[in-house]
């Protein structure tokens, strides 16, 4: 599948409808306790349940003390949890676990971790798992509209001890291919394995941290003349520039690649 990406201005409704989508597979992931929080992808492919991060989110975690958040039932509201928290049992939860089976496949150069999940593991609430199993390697288009959903720390609430309030939230910006060639990029980055992105929610006094490991996702096209939400994988989130407020993200190839190693 080679997918071609319309270059279409959200508006209000298509966003909500798109990150709606985006949230049924996308994780939070708090480990050690809630001393750290991450995000991940649960998704299918080679007929295999599979749950992708990045790496250095678990690296040198105990697994056993980590729990996920999983897309709950209702309409997603996008809150300021840090203003917004209100105690609600049936909304706030220690989290879930996930029966993950064998050891974890990893990409340490593009900062990248794949896990089996159990075949027989069902997900709660509204969550599921997005389909990969015909996603290719592509190139994404300049100006296609670029989205990303995860738990950023500074957007989350302790309530108890080992409680955690984690919230939702994304961050919309156009795909500009030249943000690959800037001057002073570190010797580290790869731009035939990685691409950088716009980060616009520090204006809002977001940090980035806990964002690693969300999915980078972009419009499918549609047949037809209405538009619908269509979400497509195009990487990982794996770091932040600060000083040029660029988020780090791998390129969906080498994604694939470790996927298909489990």
Excluded at 37 to 65: P, S
Excluded at 124 to 136: E, I, N, Q, R, V
Excluded at 230 to 258: D, H
Aim: proline share 6%; aromatic share 8%; charged share 25%.
């Amino acid at each position: 599948m080679t997918p071609i990406f319309s270059e279409f201005d959200l508006n209000k409704s298509e966003y909500l409808a798109f990150t709606e989508s985006c949230s049924r597979y996308t994780v939070g992931v708090r480990v050690d306790g809630g001393r750290g929080i991450g995000t991940g992808t649960v998704l299918l492919r080679g007929g295999k349940k599979l749950l992708l991060t990045a790496d250095h989110v678990l690296d040198g975690v105990d697994m056993a003390r980590v729990r996920f958040y999983l897309r709950p039932e209702g309409t997603m509201i996008e809150v300021s949890v840090r203003d917004s928290v209100v105690p609600r049992p049936r909304t706030f939860t220690f989290g879930d676990t996930l029966n993950l089976n064998g050891s974890p496949a990893r990409d340490k150069r593009n900062d990248l971790r794949a896990l089996r999940i159990a075949d027989t593991q069902d997900l709660s609430g509204a969550a599921k798992f997005y389909d990969a199993s015909k996603l290719t390697e592509y190139e994404i288009g300049d100006g296609a509209s670029v989205i990303i959903l995860g738990f950023p720390v500074s957007n989350s609430a302790p309530l108890a001890p080992g409680l955690m309030a984690l919230g939702a939230t994304s961050d919309h910006s156009k795909y500009d291919s030249k943000l690959n060639l800037l001057p002073g990029l570190p010797s580290s980055f790869d731009p035939l394995e990685q691409f950088l992105i716009n980060y616009t929610r520090i204006e809002d006094n977001l940090d980035p941290e806990g964002f690693s490991g969300a999915g980078v996702w972009v419009n499918g096209d549609i047949d037809g003349g209405v538009w619908r939400p269509n979400p497509v994988l195009a990487g990982v989130v794996t770091g932040y520039f600060a000083k040029k407020r660029l988020l780090l993200a791998t390129r969906i190839g080498p994604a694939l690649r470790l996927l298909d190693q489990l």
